[in-house]
């Protein structure tokens, strides 16, 4: 194996030389890794899940030994399975129990691996690769950075700096990450846009590669998702006045349908004009929620979430919550009061029907 390059001008970051000297330091650490485990947070959407996958691929065909896990569900998201060409991916139950190097990508906290966090303090190595502000940093080695819009930002500075060609297969890894996190390129700056670009380049075909992430759902899914919708409750006197558009998937959606499904309604629930704020609360156990929050720029719901034992970013977050719904929204409600600018528009009064 030739050794990394060292830090490389392909990224865009301005940023102090922290960074880029983590990145090196990170680029060297996998340069000479024989045995590498790969780490997505639990519930594994594209950002985590192309880090991973474009890490791995990328390792593989250097010649380390590689394996990409997470810690549940035990099987692949269907729809993100085709970027695992070479087979990565094993169970949760695979994952030896003294990793040589491990890499956590896009894990907010050591809890967000779930019942494969333990493999952390016990690995020789652990990197850390990540853009949540929330971040409180584990590992011995870490690339953070909330400047970044997605994970798979920092992967393609990695892999500049191990000097690793991008071919189609781990073009596509980063680009599903880059298209989701960014919500269509919505937040994107201009390095993620030049990054695009040089993906494409690389060969992604963006259509057929995309659409099965986020646009293909089971015909059944739209009734369900007529119910879900029809169920939303609209609090303008929440979040300091700001508003809040909330609505809950209930257990028996969570067993018929798929993640991409139910973690689809968060994007629907958020066009609500009225509310500053949505939140998705879905039963993933009879009394454990799973709470998607987000907000279009006055309420930072990262703050909101950092409150309740969650994370994530300012204007999308999430944590998970043990007890009654009730008692979720009640908490909810406390804490995107405490967490909404005060002295501005002051609280709107409900009119018509407020479900
Ligand atoms: P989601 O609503 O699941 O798409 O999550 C929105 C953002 O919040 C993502 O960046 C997640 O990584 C983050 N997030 C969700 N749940 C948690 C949690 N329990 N702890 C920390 N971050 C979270
Ligand atoms: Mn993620
Ligand atoms: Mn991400």
């Known amino acids: 194996m030739s050794g990394y390059r060292g830090p490389q001008p392909g990224w865009d970051s301005a940023g102090p030389a922290g960074p880029a000297a983590d990145v090196a330091a990170a680029a060297a650490l996998l340069a000479d890794a024989r045995d590498v485990t790969l780490l997505a947070h639990v519930q594994p959407d594209a ?45 949760a139950a695979q994952v030896p129990a003294v990793p ?23 690995a020789r190595a652990t990197l850390l690769v990540d853009h949540h502000a929330s971040n409180d940093g584990f590992g011995t080695h870490q690339v953070v950075d909330p400047s970044a819009e997605a994970t798979v930002v920092l992967v393609h500075r990695i892999l500049t700096a191990l000097g690793t060609p991008i071919d189609e297969a781990i073009a596509n890894c980063l680009y599903v990450g880059l298209v989701t996190d960014t919500v269509g390129f919505r937040t994107a ?13 690389a060969g992604v075909q963006v259509e057929p590669l995309i659409r099965p992430i986020t646009d293909t759902h089971p015909f059944a899914w739209l009734g369900a998702l007529a119910d879900v919708l029809r169920d939303a409750v609209l609090d303008l006197c929440a979040a300091g006045g700001h508003g809040l558009v909330h609505t809950i998937v209930p257990a028996e959606l969570i067993a018929r349908f798929r993640f991409e499904e139910i973690d689809s309604v968060i994007d629907q629930i958020r066009c609500a004009a009225e509310a500053e704020v949505a939140a998705v609360l879905k039963q993933v156990g009879p009394r454990r929620w799973t709470v998607s929050l987000r907000a279009k720029g006055t309420v930072d719901v990262a703050a909101v979430a950092v409150a309740l034992g969650g994370g ?24 995107l009061d405490a967490a909404a600018p005060t002295g501005l528009a002051g609280h709107r009064s409900i009119s018509g029907p407020d479900r």
């Open 47 to 91: 950002d985590a899940l192309g880090s991973v996958l474009a890490l791995g691929i990328a390792l593989r065909r250097r010649g380390a030994t590689v394996r990409v896990s997470f810690a549940d569900p035990d099987v692949m998201p269907e729809s993100l399975r085709p970027l695992d060409v070479l087979g990565l991916f094993v169970p």
């Open 100 to 122: 040589d190097v491990l890499v956590a990508c896009d894990t907010a906290s050591v809890g967000r691996l779930g019942g494969l966090a333990d493999r952390v303090p016990a």
């Open 189 to 201: 700056g201009p390095g993620a846009h030049r990054l695009a670009a040089t993906l494409l380049e």
């Open 312 to 335: 994530g970013h300012r204007n999308a977050a999430g944590l998970t919550w043990d007890g009654e719904p009730g008692d979720l929204l009640d908490a909810l409600r406390a804490a």
